[in-house]
């Protein structure tokens, strides 16, 4: 992996010098990452459990079978990457590998030296600012160390798998993995927002999203039509259809598009954004003095917000339930830390 050089954008954007991932990420993943940092030493445990994921196997995996680029070699994408980690203050620059394969998809692999996979999918579907967008949401899911996800996920798939003739042994495995899929969708979340500040173009990042839903004939789209589309989603029916759309959920590792259309319209006019781009954000020096309790209440907060907001006649019959976990849980953290204070 290269290491960053100052590398001055092709378009004025505003850069975040020493930006911490907890300036964009939503309330939910935050909470839970700046939990996983507060246990010393668990980045190399999980790295010690998982015989399943080896980094240099899928390195070589990709430099054997797939396209690295670099000044010679997709040389646009290279300069994007490069912006990128250059606006969002990234020490070092990814590794980046163009893979054939029509699917319309991006991902970031490994954690001690992660690296940036861009299916060509992607690039035919993407003008150059919707793919600075992606990118950017690519190195989001890296400054944020969101790798430790899918080491935490195989490692419960295989448990499961393990204890699968146990009795209720595989469903409680289920319900972790229900929970962490969770967590997966607030973690796109929290890299769209990234991706927001990397590229600055909020027009570029509802394209994409668009496309991925209908494709490249933006000719025939409208959005405020699919934002509109998105309010109806949330909306639903009856409590039935609030079940449904909770039931479609658990099994993905994404939101749906309408749903992050309108996430990052919302946040990037609820002020947040704004004040990033002017300079106020939390620094990655301070990292290490986050709360816990504090980023549970933060991401309670951020749930009965949600809550609100939505007309979904389904959630208000979990709010009740879903309040008291939370509470439950920002009890628990609060004991631990008094515990491990004394």
């Known amino acids: 992996m290269p290491d960053m050089t100052e590398n001055t954008p092709d378009r004025a954007r505003t850069r975040f010098p020493g930006i911490s991932s907890r300036a964009y990420e939503h309330p939910a993943d935050r909470s839970a990452l700046v939990a996983l940092r507060s246990l010393s030493g668990f980045d190399v445990v999980l790295r ?17 079978g797939t396209v690295r680029v670099g000044d010679d070699q997709f040389h646009h994408l290279n300069d994007m990457v490069r912006d990128a980690c250059y606006i ?7 590794e980046v590998y163009v893979r054939q394969d ?22 035919d579907l993407l003008d150059d600012e919707e793919l600075r967008f992606v990118i950017g949401h690519e190195v989001g899911h890296i400054l944020s160390g969101h790798a430790v996800y899918q080491t935490m996920m195989q490692i419960l798939l295989q448990l499961g798998s393990r ?3 146990l009795p209720l042994g595989n469903i409680g495995i289920a319900a972790i993995i229900i929970g962490l899929r969770e967590w997966f969708r607030k973690a796109e979340l929290s890299s769209d927002r990234a991706g ?27 959005s405020e039509a699919f934002l509109q589309q998105a309010r109806e989603y949330d909306a639903a029916g009856d409590v039935r259809d609030g079940l449904l759309k909770f039931l479609n959920l658990l099994g993905q590792s994404h939101p749906f598009a309408v749903i992050r259309f309108a996430e990052i319209d919302r946040w990037a006019r609820s002020g947040e954004y704004e004040r990033i781009l002017a300079g106020d954000y939390p620094r990655r020096d301070d990292d290490g003095s986050a709360s816990v309790s504090d980023e549970i209440k933060n991401a309670a907060k951020s749930y009965r917000d949600s809550w609100e907001r939505t007309a979904d ?13 939370a509470s439950a849980a920002g009890g628990l953290f609060d004991r631990i830390n008094r515990r491990n204070g004394s």
């Open 163 to 165: 204890l699968a003739w």
């Open 313 to 325: 006649p389904f959630v208000g019959k979990v709010r009740d339930m879903a309040d008291a976990a």
């Open 196 to 222: 927001l500040l990397a590229g600055q173009d909020l027009d570029a990042a509802k394209r994409v999203n668009m496309k991925l839903a209908g494709g490249t004939r933006l000719h025939e789209m409208s």
């Open 48 to 64: 010690k459990l998982s015989g399943l994921v080896n980094e240099r196997s899928l390195r070589l995996m990709f430099l054997g």
């Open 102 to 123: 029509p699917t319309p998809n991006a991902m970031a692999l490994g954690s001690d030296h992660p690296f940036i996979v861009v299916n060509t999918g992607l690039l």
């Open 88 to 94: 969002l203050d990234m020490p070092e620059v990814p």
